[in-house]
């Protein structure tokens, strides 16, 4: 956006750790080594376990970092990074100016984010499966959204499969009345998001 001369580029990243948000902010300078100012807010993580940091790279205090944390809160995204990219243009917008023009650059590096929901996934093996009932549970289980890890054939089958944690009793009855009970499956092991 433009205001009075001054450009603000708003820049939008993923950051799923600390380190990777001061990497993207580093990177965006290195991308408008020009630029006045760099300043940035970031929400790495998600739902109760959020690590919120901002900067005002020189600006005066509370008129750039805070503004644009608010707008990246208010979103409730988690793992972004946003940094704003001031080309002073000559005129001092006073503070008022400043946390609008920060503001309006944030939500506008928002306005074309693709976002994707988190959802903490596990692995759990099924074994002692035999081949019919494979058959017959595997579209089910890939309806519920499961990937299928590996597939091990013997006298039996074994398979390992990646999956939503929050769909695992489903997964576990849908085996379970595949195979009469027969079928075994492993205690989940997380995998993240």
Known sequence: IKVKNSRFIGTIGHAPT??????????????????????????VGHGASVTHGMGDDGEPSGTA???MLAVLTGTELGDACVVVTR???GTKLGTGGLVKAYT???QMALLDLKCEEKVDRVVVKVTSMGYDVWAKVR???????????????????DV?????????????????DASSGQAQISEPVPQGV
């Open 139 to 157: 579209g089910p289980l890939e309806g519920l959204g499961c990937e299928v890890q590996s597939e091990e054939f013997h006298e039996g089958v």
């Open 65 to 67: 970092g805070r503004p």
């Open 87 to 89: 080309y002073f243009g």
């Open 18 to 43: 600390i380190e990777k948000a001061r990497e993207f902010i580093q990177e965006v300078k290195d991308k408008y080594p020009d630029g006045r100012h760099h300043c940035y807010a970031f929400a």
């Open 160 to 176: 390992e499969l990646l999956l939503e944690e929050g769909k695992l009793e489903r997964v576990a009855a849908a085996v379970r």
């Open 104 to 106: 309006e650059a944030t």
